[in-house]
């Protein structure tokens, strides 16, 4: 058995993983002690990893129009394609679609073809959906995309603001870390955001903004800071420019209005804010996915350059990535709006980056972000695309609209691990490339530490590695010198060496250092940091002048009530999920903790639209529709909705969010507002509802709704109707048994496999309960299983105690069971429950679920 030290692929906390290799395709996965970001401490994603690296469900080689074909005849037809269409079109015909999912070496390399060899600049990553608000604050502020803080800074803070960040959900490692230090040294914690998180409910002070409420409130703590005398007049004076009437355009009169916080609160973080100059303001997709995002950033920016809160230990503007390698790409140049290494488009970084590549057809200027690409592509202006490893069709605002370009595209390729993504289906070519477990190569986190990635499985079929496809078509496109890399060390190193080329100090990021790597030494690369701990500490910004700019950012107006959609649409993800879950779907595990899409809604709008708690409901915006499952929930603001953006056509029908959202974007930053969309909100009354589980995975057709969940040793499917089910095409073939209740409506059925064993169990109603899902998904692997009436009767003789919805993945622990153990062993401490129940022992992403429910279980003893 050997063990690998590799990073997480989830999201940009970047932790390190300690892989032992345990079978063919089996792995045990550990944190990584020695890793700088996160100390052996891994989330429920990351512990569950070694779940997701099986090999179903992977597209193992490639294929054109659907039928399998040689690496050769492909990579021809996709360099043929791409080079035809830009002979006949011009270069700004094509466009690449990539990923922070990507390593920076396969960037490097899709950035070099596109703006250095086909000319273009239409290379965009789905990163502009997550972070690239934060990159134009950071370049309108600092003059390059520097994030000024790292994970220490959190642990020598004093105050930690959280802005738009469920961080306990989302970068638990860093909740961790944040949470150790508040029971070390007693760190106050705001958070910011309309809704009441689990992260908000472990804070000092929560702050529920409306939508977009930022700027006016950031812009309000900075007019006080000035009024109390706190601005740092001499760091300003040294090394801030401060635009002409700065103070007088941020204003601050109707800041608890406009930002839709009480005065009381407001004037609780002013004084926070005022007594703790050790601060972090951490901000995440809350923040950045909006239609103002990029002046939220310099909102948050501004604060800290004007308290001089920056470039010292324990304070700055943090912003935090989504994926885990959303910095890698920032830092090739993988945005369309930035050429490569932090260099803009003026002539003179063209004429540098030509000189570097030797290339022959130098871009002219930024290209298309992903909405207007996406654009392009549905009115014919790109007729080819490439998109490698992400899954837009799902993932982009208006994702309806994204299908109808696909479809209509002559030229879609798709690099890609999965055979079946709901991107995939409008593929022509569709190519197979390595996961994570056979990836070589280096990631960036949100503190700008790189860490090597690295395989620890062979590659599986036919796979490739991202770069080596892409070098490969080059190398097809006439460019065979230039793509001509032996291995992913020698795209590093070039990589490195063009940030250092004529650098001198222009840019922050310089990695030459690092551009004379042996292979051998690129192999046991340690995590490293560029920048230095704080890049800032030099108080030199790296725009013309030296000096930072204050910008003078204003609120929104607010959005035009419309009758017809009076709610307001927030987009979220969930704890032990991933995107588009093509990886923690795989996981039975990760599965449990929401089975289900949930849309949540304030009591008061529910009742007054006839919604029920556990019913379903359809969100209508002027985009589409979805259906979700109703989760009623007083963290909610009333009148605003939210739903989570994880769910697929290949997992859901009709529970995929972001057909929702419209295309709206930042201005400045192209960045789209996911979190604030008018929506209408009506209860769905089903004739039937039901449940499935089944070994194998069930054909879902023509069923109004249904979610598809994977179990131990089979699949749970939720399902819901109108009219007469078709039961024939739901259930496998076998032997039969069925009970039926025409009173109430309820149906009842077991399929027996050739074996013997439970292939399937069916059950539906017309108006009665439906048996608990557990036990009779677990007789599918049960070794005395249930078959004939005990199953149908949907019970064992002795009913176990029901559970209630999965908190702790780890050991498979239920809300039930914990608030039972709570009442009944008098437990007041997350230890307590650990110690009862195992819950929260392992991973520790549910410590924060835990906390709440000693909370709430306070609440019902005082006030009974
Ligand atoms: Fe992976 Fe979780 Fe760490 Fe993020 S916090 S990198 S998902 S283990």
């Known amino acids: 058995m050997t063990t690998t030290r590799t990073t997480c692929p989830y999201c940009g906390v970047g932790c390190g993983v300690s892989a032992t290799v345990t079978g063919a395709r089996s792995v045990e996965i550990k944190g990584d002690a020695a890793h700088p970001a996160n100390g052996g401490r891994l989330c429920s994603k990351g ?51 990539v990923s922070g999912q990507l390593l920076t070496e396969d960037y490097y390399v899709a950035n070099k073809l596109m703006k250095g060899f086909i000319g273009s600049s239409n290379i965009d990553t789905n990163s502009r959906l997550c972070m690239a608000s934060a990159v134009a604050a950071h370049n309108r502020a600092f003059g390059e995309d520097v994030v000024p803080c790292n994970y220490e800074d959190l642990e020598a803070a004093d105050l930690i603001v959280l802005v738009g960040s469920n961080t306990a959900w989302c970068h638990p ?60 007049e001499d760091y300003l004076a040294a090394h801030v420019d401060v635009p002409e009437g700065f103070w007088e355009q941020i204003g601050a009169a109707n800041v608890a209005e406009q930002s839709g916080v009480s005065p009381e609160a407001l004037a609780q973080f002013i004084e926070l804010f005022a007594a703790h100059p050790r601060t972090v303001t951490l901000f995440s997709q809350g923040a950045n996915q909006s239609v103002c995002g990029t002046d939220k950033g310099n909102a948050i920016v501004n604060l800290h350059l004007a308290t001089g809160r920056i470039g010292k230990a324990g304070m700055g503007p943090f912003s935090i990535t989504g994926q885990p390698n959303a910095m890698g790409g920032r830092e090739v140049g993988g945005l369309a709006s930035m050429l490569a290494v932090h260099m803009g488009f003026s002539a003179e970084e063209r004429d540098r980056c030509q000189r570097f590549w030797d290339s ?26 490439w998109i490698m490893a992400t899954n837009p069709a799902v993932s982009m605002p208006d994702a309806g609209f994204v299908r109808e370009a696909l479809e209509k595209c002559p030229l879609v390729v798709v690099s890609d691990v999965m055979a079946s993504t709901d991107t995939a289906a409008y593929a022509h070519i569709h190519l197979p490339a390595l996961a ?6 280096t990631v960036t986190n949100s503190e700008r530490m790189i860490s090597r990635q690295r395989r620890f499985f062979d590659a599986p079929g036919e796979a490739r590695a991202d770069w080596d496809i892409i070098a490969d078509v080059g190398r097809r496109m006439g460019h065979a010198r230039a793509f001509a890399w032996p291995n992913a060390a020698a795209v590093f190193r070039e990589y490195c060496a063009q940030t250092a080329f004529e650098n001198n100090g222009a840019r922050k990021l310089d990695l030459s250092a690092w551009a004379e790597l042996s292979d051998a030494d690129y192999d046991a690369l340690k995590p490293m940091r560029w920048g230095g701990p704080s890049p800032f500490a030099d108080k030199r910004f790296t725009t013309p002048s030296g000096r930072a700019r204050m910008m003078a950012v204003q609120p929104p107006a607010a959005p035009v009530a419309d009758p017809a959609y009076p709610f307001r649409l927030n987009t979220s993800r969930y704890r032990d999920h991933w995107h588009t879950m093509t990886r923690t779907a795989l996981s039975p595990r990760l599965s449990q903790h929401r089975r289900e899409p949930l849309v949540e809604v304030h009591p008061q709008d529910a009742a007054a639209l006839g919604i029920e708690d556990g019913g379903l409901a359809r969100v209508t915006t002027a985009q589409g529709e979805a259906v979700f499952r109703v989760a009623l929930s007083e963290g909610q603001r009333p009148g605003e909705l939210c739903v989570p953006m994880h769910w697929t056509d290949q997992i859901s029908a009709g529970g995929r969010a972001n057909r929702l959202p419209n295309q709206n974007a930042d201005p400045v930053s192209g960045q789209p507002g996911f979190k604030n969309s008018a929506a209408a909100i009506e209860p769905v009354t089903p004739e039937w509802t039901g449940f499935l589980v089944t070994r194998d995975q069930p054909a879902l057709h023509d069923i109004a709704y249904w979610t598809l969940v994977r179990q131990r040793s089979g699949w749970l499917t939720e399902l ?18 069925e009970a039926i209740d025409a009173v109430r409506g309820a149906r009842r059925y077991a399929v027996l496999g050739e074996d013997g064993r439970l292939a399937a169990a069916l059950f539906l109603t017309r108006s009665g309960k439906l048996p608990p ?51 009944d062993q008098n437990l007041t401490s997350v230890e307590a429950v650990g110690s009862a129940l195992n819950a929260g022992t392992n991973c520790g992403s549910c410590r924060p679920a835990i906390k709440s429910l000693l909370q709430e279980q306070r609440e019902t003893v005082s006030a009974a």
């Open 47 to 97: 512990t569950h990893l070694g779940e997701t690296v099986g090999l179903g469900g992977r597209l193992l080689t490639p294929k054109m129009y659907g039928e399998e074909a040689s690496w050769d005849a492909t990579l021809d037809a996709v360099a043929k394609g791409f080079a035809d269409t830009i002979a006949e079109h011009g270069p700004d015909s094509v466009a690449f679609y």
């Open 173 to 232: 490692i860093v909740w961790q870390r944040i949470e150790a230090a508040r029971a070390a040294r007693g760190t106050k914690l705001v958070v910011v955001d309309p809704r009441r998180t689990e992260t908000a409910e472990g804070a000092d002070l929560h702050l529920a903004i409306r939508p977009d409420g930022d700027i006016a409130l950031f812009n309000g703590l900075l007019a006080a800071m000035r009024d109390r005398g706190l601005v740092d």
């Open 360 to 385: 022959p057809t130098m871009v002219q200027g930024p290209g298309m972000k992903a909405v207007d690409m996406f654009r392009a592509v549905h009115d014919g202006r790109i007729k080819a695309i």
């Open 436 to 441: 994570w477990a056979e990836k070589d190569g």
């Open 720 to 737: 819901a109707g109108f009219g007469e089910p078709d039961i024939a095409a739901l259930l496998p073939p076998g032997a039969r048994i």
């Open 773 to 823: 899902r557990d036990w009779i998904a677990g007789q599918l692997d049960a070794e005395d299983a249930a078959h004939g009436p005990a199953l149908l009767a949907g019970r064992p003789a002795q009913l176990p105690p029901d559970r209630g919805a999965i908190i702790c993945v780890c050991f498979d622990v239920g809300m039930k069971t914990i608030l039972h153990a709570i009442a």
